[in-house]
């Protein structure tokens, strides 16, 4: 009998699998790994979608912007958001991102990050709070804080396959706004904001699963609000922001499962005052978007790698200007990575 050595069974065309249809057998004293999950997982992960925000000195935008996290690169137009505002926060599951709602309206939209062409309706939230922390686990979403025009300390979850499905699920150890965060698969981190006004270096976690209040997991070296977040399933990180006296371009990190203090990571490209609120990574690439006032950083994007300290690099260019914007992605570290 012959002896056969297969390492791989390819198409005609030698570029894909084969396709596997009708009731199929394997005798293999090896083995056969076959394709599993929504084919939108299949080689289709990593993508990144930032949108909406602020032009300054005035005027709003509606745009989202699509990346591929892993190539550095400008963006391309993803589509619209239902209305362009400051603040409108992201988080996302494998599949569905949220937009949260911006200043002076309570509509949250989705988008299906594999399919570009714009953003639907979500549903209308409990209340109007704005600049809260937004993170996430593979199924929920939170938005943590945030003000209208009095702060608060609640925390509003959501399902995020389900829209309209926004619920209380606990509050933060104190009210406020301008806060930003990032998550592992169990844990949500809020970094900094404004209590009710001071700038603060708090850092507060959140159990997602079970629910219930946060509880304080340290302080950050630098006081700062309106920081830009991002992270993996293992550290998070804050960069940028605006301290009490200053603009920083600082980026200092945690470990999400241990309680404890920022440490410094590096620095971004310049010192801002804005970032955009929700993390786009995956499990070793950070980004950054969104740096006012500089020259040009409306439109920057800069990229760090997570494991690694070190100072951001640029990562190219969004398709038009904003600040104060949100972003999402379906490779975050609040997923399976």
């Keep these: 009998m012959s002896q056969f050595k297969i390492n791989s069974i390819t198409d005609k065309s030698g570029t894909s699998g084969p396709v596997i249809a009708g009731v ?6 090896g083995c056969m790994i076959i ?5 939108e997982h299949r ?20 745009t989202m912007n699509l990346i591929t996290i892993a190539t550095t690169g400008d963006a391309t137009d993803f589509g619209d958001l239902s209305y362009g505002q400051a603040y409108r926060g992201g988080l996302a599951s494998s599949t569905r991102g949220i937009f949260v709602n911006g200043q002076g309206d309570a509509t949250f939209d989705f988008v299906t990050i594999s399919s570009q062409g714009g953003a639907n309706d979500f549903g209308e939230a409990t209340s109007n709070h704005m600049g809260g922390a937004t993170f996430n686990s593979s199924t929920r979403g939170f938005r943590a804080g945030g003000a209208d025009p009095s702060h608060t300390s609640n925390i509003m979850g959501m399902v995020i396959a389900s829209t309209g499905s926004f619920y209380d699920a606990g509050d933060l150890t104190q009210a406020g706004t301008y806060m930003s965060g990032a998550s592992s698969p169990t844990r949500g981190i809020s970094f ?67 309680d ?5 990571f590096g620095d971004i490209n310049s010192a ?8 786009v990574s995956n499990a070793t690439r950070g980004i950054f978007a969104g740096f006012y006032p500089a020259s040009g950083g409306g439109q920057r994007m800069d990229f760090v ?9 640029d990562f190219g260019d969004l398709t038009t200007a904003a600040y104060y914007t949100g972003g999402c992605s379906d490779s975050n570290g609040g997923l399976a990575q």
């Design 305 to 313: 790698t997570i494991t690694s300290a070190g100072n951001a690099q």
């Design 192 to 258: 900094g904001g404004a209590v009710p006004s001071t700038t603060t270096k708090s850092i507060e976690v959140f159990t997602m699963a079970s629910g219930g209040n946060a509880i304080k997991f340290g302080e950050l070296i630098t006081a700062r609000k309106y920081a830009d977040t991002t992270g993996n399933s293992i550290r998070a990180l804050a960069a940028g922001g605006e301290g009490p006296s200053s603009n920083l371009d600082s980026i200092e990190f945690v470990t999400i499962a241990t």
């Design 35 to 39: 394709p599993a999950g929504p084919t």
């Design 260 to 264: 404890g203090n920022g440490t410094d």
């Design 24 to 29: 199929s057998t394997n005798n293999s004293t």
């Design 43 to 62: 080689g289709g992960r990593g993508r990144g979608v930032i949108g909406s925000g602020q032009n300054i000195p005035s005027g709003v935008v509606n």
């Design 272 to 279: 801002t005052s804005t970032g955009k609120n929700g993390v």
